[in-house]
């Protein structure tokens, strides 16, 4: 079996096997879809029903909710937009309260599943 190479010239923190371009290939396949299922994976678009603000919402538990906020929806969202005029950083606020109620109204009405798959559907984790 071929041992993993270590980049020459810079740190890395795991091999990059070049001597094995078919076990690089898996692991870039493999890391494409961990990327795909924890920062895309099981999202739903939700309105804001004040703000009219769409985000990206995840349920990974009854506890546990992934909001993915972009540009345009942070300048529609009059809470959020309070926040940094008084000198606060949105970023570090759990969600916009009206957002959260949006996000509750979309899980009662099964439009934001309850809680995202725990199996990759493709088996490649």
Not at 14 to 33: G, K, L, M, Y
Not at 54 to 78: D, G, M
Not at 82 to 88: L, Y
Not at 97 to 120: F, K, N
Request: glycine content about 6%.
């Amino acid at each position: 079996m071929p041992t993993a190479a270590v980049r020459r010239g810079s740190w890395a923190k795991a091999p990059d096997f070049a001597d094995d371009p078919a076990h690089a290939a898996a692991v870039a396949r493999a890391t494409e879809c961990d990327r795909e299922h924890y920062l895309r994976g099981g999202m739903t678009e939700i309105e804001c029903r004040t703000c009219h603000a769409c985000v990206l919402v995840k349920k990974t538990s009854s506890y546990h909710t992934s909001v993915q906020w972009n540009a345009q929806a942070r300048a529609k969202c009059n809470e959020l937009e309070h926040i940094r005029r008084t000198g606060g950083n949105p970023a570090l606020m759990p969600t916009c309260s009206r957002m959260s109620a949006s996000i509750d109204h979309g899980v009662a009405e099964g439009i934001v599943p309850a809680e995202s798959p725990a199996v990759d559907p493709d088996g490649y984790w």
